[in-house]
């Protein structure tokens, strides 16, 4: 890692600062944590990252289960506007309540995660401690204490990957593929891959010294990105079966 640091910076770093800054990248997020294409280690990624998956779950919750149970109020996002090309710039089933709200879900599940699996390591493959680097790094939201560290993790997770979700919703609405009152319109990629995408650059981008913006996490999510229309149907499967959803993708 150190090696690419120009000259001038490592001749104001001694030695022993250089190997033990190299020690401690290595010791945060170990080289074999996760493998080139194997099984185990997708696996793992899908649970480290699953919370922010079910943020779509957390987003029909509180964008239309609980609107239609209390007659709460739902507020479209793009307020009913039309773009230029005359279709809706996001539709009626993106709401401010699943985005702000959805994302709720996956902070419990992440505080979750982190009970069950705190202070696991490398041994207990797939189910890794979340936040395990945080044993050698402290980031700035150490504030929250660990519980509150995970909440906050698996919230902005959550709300990048609805984030993704809207942004397939705006390229939907301008292929003039249009929602039909609460019959969503289906294009399976537009569908799955943009909220898993955004997902993983939230992850990689806003938390760089923790397990999940580790770059060698990059050939699992590659995998992942392969196997996530598969799951997100049957998440979206069981959302209709259960009510939640009007059509089954």
Not at 119 to 128: A, D, H, Q, R, T
Not at 182 to 192: F, G, M, R, V, W
Request: with cysteine.
């Amino acid at each position: 890692m150190f090696q690419y640091l120009p000259e001038q910076f490592k001749f104001l770093m001694s030695k022993s600062i250089i190997e033990m800054l190299d020690y401690r990248v290595v010791v945060m997020v170990p080289e074999d944590l996760f493998g080139v294409f194997d099984p185990m280690s997708v696996l793992a990624l899908l649970l480290l990252y699953g919370p922010a998956y079910l943020s779509n779950t957390g987003a029909m919750i509180f964008g239309k289960a609980i609107p239609k149970i209390t007659g709460m109020k739902v507020w479209v996002i793009d307020g009913g506007m039309d773009w230029k090309d005359g279709n809706r710039l996001l539709g009626d089933g993106k709401s401010w309540n699943g985005l702000l709200g959805g994302p709720l879900l996956s902070g419990f599940l992440t505080m979750l995660a982190t009970h069950l699996w705190n202070g696991n390591g490398l041994e207990s493959k797939p189910f890794y401690d979340p936040l395990m680097a945080m044993q050698h790094v402290d980031p700035w939201f150490t504030v929250f204490g660990l519980y509150g560290s995970a909440f906050f993790i698996g919230y902005v997770l959550g709300f990048g990957s609805l984030v993704g979700d809207s942004l397939g919703s705006f390229v939907k609405r301008r292929r003039g593929l249009k929602r039909e009152g609460e019959i969503s319109s289906k294009a399976p990629l537009l569908d799955t891959l943009p909220f898993a995408v955004v997902c993983f650059i939230f992850g990689l981008v806003l938390f760089p010294n923790q397990l999940y913006g580790s770059h060698q996490l990059i050939p699992s999510m590659i995998w992942l990105l392969i196997l996530t229309p598969i799951i997100h149907r049957s998440v979206n499967v069981f959302g209709y079966k259960i009510g939640l959803k009007s059509v089954p993708y």
